[in-house]
């Protein structure tokens, strides 16, 4: 695993939980520009981690032969038991404080389709988001990995052009004409086609380490996320995000050997499914337990 891309992953995590934490307790009201960014661009923390899981499961199964169950195994046991674990325990506070908390509802329909990773709408009438609001982001990634497994019964050298196809005629075909939810209509799974293209140029030693070009690669990705509204994803926020992980990527000899950097990046995926929990547990606090002077 590049330690770059770990500290990263780490880094878009904490964008999201800031972006929560100003959601949640400022109504995403925020002063200067930084606190600007996070309250309001802190969202493109998702972007990032899409096009990194692109970059990270094309480089981890580049030279590793395996049957697609095998595969889908291996990612199944990785991301379904901590989010199944985040969204009981989600659901147990929806049921037991639900009521004193924005958009506060649950179902058992929802909450199943939530644990089966099948998009449906909230019962807060918020839009199709699971029970753990966070875990919409996993859909897509378990609609990334199905397709991903289909690559391991094609010559490497099909491989990216598969996926990208197969994304393609899902999200512009197959959902226009109803067979699969609306919710995959949506460009923003092309930023895994993105990591994996960073991950071939990787591979084929295209991409030049260096320091001053990939740091200046990186600020003209955050710039022009700060700038731009994403009203195309992919072209507003996702190609910026690439940018940013090519700029990280060709840093790695920067980062390489930092353990506590690499820590950082192996808990992010935990911080990313538990913030929201602790957020709104703090919420529900400030706003209706009364502290004695």
């Given at each position: ?25 400022f ?16 969202a493109?923390g ?30 199944v ?19 037991s404080?639900?009521a ?20 449906a ?20 990634e ?17 491989r990216?052009l ?7 005629v ?11 939810s ?6 923003i ?80 995926y935990s911080?990313?499914l ?11 606090i ?8």
């Amino acid at each position: 695993m590049l330690i770059s891309i770990q500290a990263l992953r780490a880094l878009a995590a904490w964008m999201v939980v800031c972006h929560h934490f100003m959601q949640i307790f400022f109504d995403f009201h925020a002063q200067g520009p930084i606190g600007h960014f996070f309250s309001v661009r802190g969202a493109v923390g998702v972007d990032i981690f899409f096009v990194i899981s692109g970059l990270v499961i094309y480089l981890s199964t580049h030279d590793k032969p395996q049957a697609p169950k095998d595969f889908l195994l291996n990612r199944v046991l990785r991301i379904v038991p901590a989010y199944w674990i985040y969204t009981l325990a989600m659901g147990l506070l929806l049921v037991s404080a639900g009521a004193y908390m924005p958009h506060g509802q649950i179902s058992w329909s929802t909450f199943l389709a939530s644990l089966l990773f099948i998009p449906a709408e909230n019962p807060g009438g918020y839009g199709l988001y699971p029970t753990l609001n966070v875990g919409w982001t996993l859909n897509y990634e378990m609609f990334f990995y199905l397709v991903f497994s289909l690559v391991f019964m094609v010559p490497r050298r099909c491989r990216p052009l598969l996926v990208a196809s197969v994304l393609f005629v899902v999200v512009e075909c197959v959902t226009r004409f109803g067979l699969v939810s609306r919710f995959y209509a949506n460009n923003i799974v092309y930023e895994f086609v993105l990591g994996i293209v960073i991950g071939i140029a990787w591979r084929r030693g295209w991409i030049r380490a260096g320091f001053w070009w990939p740091l200046a690669l990186i600020g003209l990705g955050m710039v022009s996320i700060y700038r731009l509204e994403p009203d195309n994803r992919l072209l507003d926020w996702g190609l910026p995000s690439a940018l940013i992980v090519l700029g990280c990527v060709a840093m790695e000899p920067w980062f390489k050997g930092s353990q506590w950097l690499k820590s950082l990046g192996d808990r992010s995926y935990s911080v990313y499914l538990l913030h929201l929990l602790v957020l709104y547990a703090g919420w529900f606090i400030t706003q209706h337990v009364e502290v004695d002077p």
